[in-house]
């Protein structure tokens, strides 16, 4: 008897007439909540990766200028400067001739419009020098790219920027 008791439980469990009524709302809230979190995540993600995004781009372009800002000419014997200096903080940098080295870019030409790149060469050589060094034959270089960051709402407001900055010393050859 007791054996018969085991096999009819056993058979209420595992019969194949199908799921009730209350598991299948059960299942339906389950995968509800599961839905729902899931939504309201998608919208951080997706502000993480744009952000991402945009600063990787960023510090692409500025890597890309100091490489060519490296490659320039400055060099003592002959007296060349395909470097230059910038007057100020709000200068860009001025080479032999007095022609613009690396004009301002604001904005960049598509497919980087919504970036703007600029270029300041410091001489060390002029106190109080570059951290500290004063040295006629070095000189500082700093490339920021800026552009309007998103917000896990859309785009920030005008005048909102951020900036991917990178610096460097170049020495006279």
Aim: aromatic share 6%; proline share 5%.
């Amino acid at each position: 008897m007791r054996a018969q008791n085991a096999a009819s439980v056993g058979r209420r469990w595992f019969d194949d007439s199908g799921m009730s009524l209350m598991e299948v709302m059960i299942a339906v809230a389950i995968l509800g909540v599961g839905l729902l979190a899931l939504s309201s995540a998608i919208p951080i993600a997706a502000y993480g990766i744009q952000e991402g995004n945009q600063l990787s781009t960023a510090t692409f372009l500025a890597n890309q200028r100091m490489e060519q800002v490296r490659n320039a000419t400055w060099q003592a014997s002959p007296a060349t400067d395909k470097l230059g200096v910038s007057a100020s903080a709000t200068a860009a940098p001025v080479g032999d001739g007095a022609a613009t080295t690396f004009p301002d870019e604001s904005p960049l030409a598509a497919p980087y419009a919504g970036y703007s790149r600029t270029v300041r060469i410091t001489d060390c050589g002029i106190a109080p020098g570059c951290g500290g060094v004063v040295d006629a034959a070095l000189r500082q270089v700093t490339v920021t790219v800026s552009y309007q960051p998103m917000t896990g709402m859309g785009v920030s407001a005008s005048g909102t920027t951020k900036s991917a900055i990178i610096a460097m010393y170049v020495s006279q050859r």
